[in-house]
């Protein structure tokens, strides 16, 4: 038998403060991590720079990789955007701890966190990390903006009484003229998470239905195009599109195999033998030779020419090119020499 009591929007919307500030904690603390704790990341010349975190989010980024591929091959207006990304970051984080204008944070919070999802949401080399994060904000945004700020917010110091429309909407008031409202809003919300977060699963990771996979556990090279000559010199264009993005693939031999699978030439693919001369790199992210090998990190693709490293002379034929990884991984592709 009900008591009688009721309670307010207001007392209600505070259950979800908990939300609100870890919520706006991890968008400021992105802000204060490059702008105070870690400024190279703002820093172009550094290798630290944050343009190639969003360099490694190409490969398989969902329905927003045109617009990455363009900001990474202009990387002055990657700079404005990565600028523009943490000051906005930073505006949402604050909105949310102080719940000012939290409607309007929260509507922030859930846009980042969808740019993020859509990004990255297929990275997470031990786990799949960013996924979670991309839909845990967008999650916690909705209900954010359902909610409002709570009784703990200069939202409800400020424009608890206000007659303002719009200060109604991006605060913290309440929007419903009943419960059939709250209802209807919370199924409609409900049902854009759920269908964000099992699209993106499956989608990024086959976790539906299929074999589940991990995109970033284990690096990979696609041979792109591959041309040779007969004296054995090669033209390939590689791209990396798999594995961690803390470090890159290393490839430290480049094999050609006869149709018998007979070796015809091992290329060692060092600074010593590759001069970044030969090399033409498409995107933010280098292939480089070191000492050792070919870097090749998560994103980077390159068109490299490489001259044999013995006296050799290939008979018309197929033939296959074989890169070598430092782990053992190989990746080949065939080619025809006429």
Not at 304 to 333: C, F, H, M, R
């Amino acid at each position: 038998m009900s008591n009688g009591k009721s309670f307010s929007f207001s007392s209600i919307s505070t259950l979800a403060t908990p939300i609100r500030l870890v919520l706006g904690w991890e968008f400021f603390s992105a802000f204060l991590r490059r702008v105070v704790n870690d400024p190279q990341k703002l820093d172009p010349s550094s290798p630290a720079f944050m343009g190639h975190a969003f360099n490694h989010f190409l490969p398989h980024a969902l329905f927003i990789k045109p617009m990455i591929e363009y900001l990474i091959n202009n990387p002055h207006l990657l700079y404005i955007f990565l600028v523009t990304f943490t000051i906005i970051e930073g505006l949402v984080g604050i909105g949310l701890l102080f719940g000012l204008l939290t409607r309007l944070s929260a509507i922030g919070a859930t846009l980042l966190s969808l740019g993020i999802l859509l990004g990255s949401g297929w990275l997470g080399s031990t786990c799949v990390d960013e996924w979670q994060i991309g839909i845990a904000g967008i999650s916690s945004g909705l209900v954010m903006f359902s909610l409002g700020g709570g009784i703990f917010s200069l939202d409800h110091i400020l424009f608890k009484d206000t007659k303002s429309k719009l200060l109604t909407f991006l605060a913290s008031n309440n929007l419903r003229k009943g419960e059939s409202s709250l209802k209807t809003e919370g199924l409609i919300f409900s049902i854009i998470a759920m269908f964000i977060t099992l699209y993106t699963y499956q989608a990024l990771h086959g976790g539906l239905y299929g074999k589940l996979y991990n995109l970033s556990k284990v690096p990979k090279v696609e041979i792109l195009n591959a041309q040779i000559k007969k004296n054995g010199s090669l033209n390939l264009t590689i791209y990396r599109t798999n594995g961690p993005d803390t470090y890159g693939a290393f490839v430290e031999e480049i094999a050609i195999l006869d149709n018998k699978g007979n070796v015809m030439e091992n290329i060692k693919p060092n600074s010593q033998n590759i001069s970044k001369n030969n090399i033409k790199n498409y995107y933010f992210n280098k292939i480089e030779p070191n000492k050792f090998s070919l870097v090749v990190p998560l994103g980077a693709k390159a068109t490299i020419n490489i001259n044999s490293q013995k006296d050799i002379l290939l008979a018309p034929g197929n033939y296959t090119v074989e890169l070598i990884d430092v782990s053992g991984l190989k990746w080949a592709k065939k080619i025809t020499l006429n």
